[in-house]
């Protein structure tokens, strides 16, 4: 966002302006921030000439979004069978998604395969099922390095007690059971984790997974997964890509050099992409002071639209969209859901906040609306795209219409 004569835009568009057309909750989406983080990853992290983006659809599955992040040339990262139809459905090429299958179903597997997708394989035990019924195939394999780095807990993907992926320690194991099957590894995969504002976590990821690659003969490329952070708090610094880029292409220089054939390199940024374009919109539905002579402020919104700081403790800035200019003074915002946990914020300095205010919860595109719910039989906010001059609803608001019928015909007598 950027203010102007006190007013809070989205490209041309006036914030408050937008809420009044399209009411409150709302999500809104800048374009423009999309292109700008695909152009960063694009031109100063793919500095290796073989690099390639496939966007996690996880962080965000709206079609509209993702068809907008296909068409400017990145493929996709699914992690369920419905991802992949929703990525063939975007505009993506069989051959530019890839599925991570995480205790997949044989039926969902074979699913995939039957689109013409690639498999990448979490399980010695999914490996040799996969071998069995598609003998001869391609494949990619998901290894753990036994090293898990993240800006949470809960966010970390590698480690020795992590489920996801096959032990470094099994690479022998992998082969013979691609020898046995006569399967073609054409790529191994692993995530350790996301949210890096550091150069220290892509480059030691990239380490881990090229002294695995050297074990593994015929590779098309190789993917070190998602991770790019994005600066949430006010204080942090973003992630230096050039610098990044930099050091990557050397690194895969001096790899395929010894491993003697250009080796691809995948990258799968989700959050990196979308976080920043999301703005949640809601309106202060109420004030009063708690015992302890605690400010709270009352939302339209709560955990059900954005979860993560309920779930992880996440820090997400809160504007002020309508007092911009008030005097600061401490507050708890929270939000409408009957749940202990249902807070945005507590002890925030913000422009004095009034009954009737519009906040706006920023860095919301990532896990806001993908891991939103209907929790206490509450609808899911409108979502809108703003792309220079034109503004696009992109998911209607729910009514009580819509929720009932997610149940079919329901009549009692």
Sequence with gaps: MIIKDNQYYIGPHRVDELCCRFGTPL?????????????????????????????????????????????????????????????????????????????????????VFDLGVLINVGSLSHLGRFGRAHPGSRVCVRFNPNIGIASHESNITGGADSKFGISFQDVDRVKGLIDQYQLRLVGI?????????RLREPILALDVILDIAKQCDGLEFIDVGGGFGVPYRPKEHRLDMKTLGRQIAKRMEQFCASYGSDVALRFEPGRYIIAEAGHLLTTVSGMKQSISRRTIVGTDTGMHHLVRTAMYGSYHEIVNITNPDGMHQEYDVTGNICECADFFAKNRMLPEVREGDILSIETAGAYGMAMASNYQFRPLPAEVLVDEDRVTEIRPRQTFGTLLAQFGHVSFS
């Design 27 to 111: 999500y809104v989406y800048d374009a423009e921030i999309i292109r700008a983080r695909i152009y960063d990853v694009k031109t100063e992290a793919g500095v290796y000439p073989k690099t390639e983006f496939l966007y996690a659809v996880k962080a965000n599955y709206n079609p509209f979004l993702i068809h907008h992040i296909v068409k400017k040339g990145l493929g996709v990262d699914a992690v369920s069978p419905e991802e992949v139809r929703l990525g063939l459905l975007c505009g993506a090429k069989p051959e530019q998604i890839l599925f991570t299958e995480n205790n997949a179903t044989d039926a969902q597997i074979d699913e």
């Design 189 to 197: 995969h692993q995530h350790i984790g996301s949210g890096w504002l």
